[in-house]
């Protein structure tokens, strides 16, 4: 899990180095493709379900699952990356968002948000505590900072499969949920707007768009919970 994790984070980063203007969605999904092979791992993403790439490049108003194409990166964009990688068996899940260029206030701030969202729901993903207790750290960031949180699509169990039944949503449900303990990793992920929360689904069957157009972001890490506290696998 940890190689798997590390791997993710580091085709992050190489995305992150060519996410330029003027090149297309498809050259960084190349990018992230060379990379996780080169690595010895698999993209989880390609063919799941169908889905024909190795990441997802969602732009703007698209919250997640944008497919990667001819479409070419312009200055001024926020771009969210995610990443899934299958090393030996084990698989690892993060996404980030960038700007391009330098962002507007009101942008640096949905980011930053969405990236402290995150931390804290890691933080809070120690042995004893509950999956509402990772929710409502999540939710309480996203509120504070004034976004709007997705709500259809939440954080999950990860191992053998990317997508494993625990499901840890960025808000909080009213129930307490499974008491969190050594051994169990999930991928944890807030989707946060600045404008109002809702979403659907674009005609290609992937893309998850704001329906307002309101700008979103994803960060996303892999997390073990060890007896010393989290862990984060999606990290260099
Ligand atoms: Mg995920």
């Known amino acids: 899990m940890r190689r798997a994790g590390r791997i993710?984070?580091?085709?992050?980063?190489?995305?992150?180095?060519?996410?330029?203007?003027?090149?297309?969605?498809?050259t960084l999904d190349t990018v992230a493709e060379s990379y996780i092979r080169k690595a010895g791992a698999r993209p989880s993403f390609k063919g799941y379900?169908?889905?024909?790439?190795?990441?997802?490049?969602?732009?703007?108003?698209?919250?997640?699952?944008?497919?990667?194409?001819?479409?070419?990166?312009?200055?001024?964009?926020?771009?969210?990356?995610?990443?899934g990688a299958?090393?030996?068996?084990?698989?690892?899940d993060g996404a980030r968002t960038f700007f391009v260029g330098t962002p507007p206030a009101d942008v640096a701030g949905l980011i930053s948000t969405t990236r402290l969202a995150l931390m804290a729901g890691v933080a809070a993903a120690v042995p004893g505590a509950h999956?509402?207790?990772?929710?409502?750290?999540?939710?309480?960031?996203?509120?504070?900072?004034?976004?709007?949180?997705?709500?259809?699509?939440?954080g999950h169990g990860i191992g053998t499969r990317m997508h494993e039944e625990l499901q840890?949503?960025?808000y909080r449900t009213g129930s307490r949920g499974i008491e969190i303990q050594p051994g169990i990793c999930m991928a944890i992920e807030p989707m946060l707007t600045l404008g109002k929360a809702d979403v659907e689904t674009l005609a290609d069957g992937w893309t998850?768009?704001?329906?307002?157009?309101?700008?979103?972001?994803?960060f996303e890490h892999t997390i073990a919970?060890?007896?010393k506290g989290p862990e984060i696998l999606t990290t260099v």
Do not use: M
């Not at 085709?11 to 969605?25: M, N, Q, S, W």
């Open 208 to 218: 998850v768009v704001t329906t307002d157009h309101s700008l979103a972001a994803h």
């Open 8 to 26: 993710v984070a580091d085709v992050l980063a190489a995305v992150e180095e060519e996410l330029k203007p003027g090149v297309t969605t498809a």
């Open 131 to 154: 999956i509402e207790d990772v929710s409502g750290a999540v939710e309480d960031v996203a509120v504070e900072g004034g976004c709007g949180i997705v709500r259809p699509y939440v």
């Open 168 to 170: 840890i949503p960025n």
């Open 49 to 83: 379900r169908g889905f024909p790439a190795s990441i997802c490049v969602s732009i703007d108003s698209e919250v997640v699952h944008g497919i990667p194409g001819k479409r070419v990166i312009q200055e001024g964009q926020v771009v969210s990356i995610d990443a």
């Open 86 to 92: 299958i090393w030996k068996g084990y698989h690892g």
């Open 225 to 227: 919970v060890t007896e």
